[in-house]
């Protein structure tokens, strides 16, 4: 279970112009459940990208799905586990929309 303490810190959240396709990003925390602007709980996680950056992520249905076959469904089992990013079109309230999608790497 993560400590709210490790995860109370103000992190921006990763922005898909700030890694390319096929970027390798490293977890650094066990993430937290938080509930967004729509009242959806949703997995938030801390990354560290190439250039040593920390950033925040909502991890989506997809990515968890994709993450959980091979590390587990504890988050902590993800820590320090690289993973591969992917750019990838997702239907989105009936659009396309560019969106990351996690990998195990």
């Known amino acids: 279970m993560p400590e709210i303490n490790d995860f109370e810190e103000k992190v921006p959240f990763l922005k898909l112009e700030e890694v390319n396709d096929g970027d390798t990003v490293i977890f650094n925390s ?28 909502t991890v989506n249905k997809t990515s968890m799905r994709n993450l959980a076959a091979v590390f587990g469904t504890n988050t902590y089992e993800w820590v320090n586990k690289p993973v591969l990013v992917k750019k990838e079109k997702i239907l989105l309230g009936g659009s396309s929309k560019l969106a990351l999608i996690l990998h195990p790497n």
Not at 34 to 49: E, F, T
């Open 30 to 57: 066990e993430g937290r459940y938080v509930d967004d602007k729509w009242g959806k709980n949703r997995l938030q996680m801390d990354v560290i990208l190439l250039n040593k950056e920390v950033r925040r992520i």
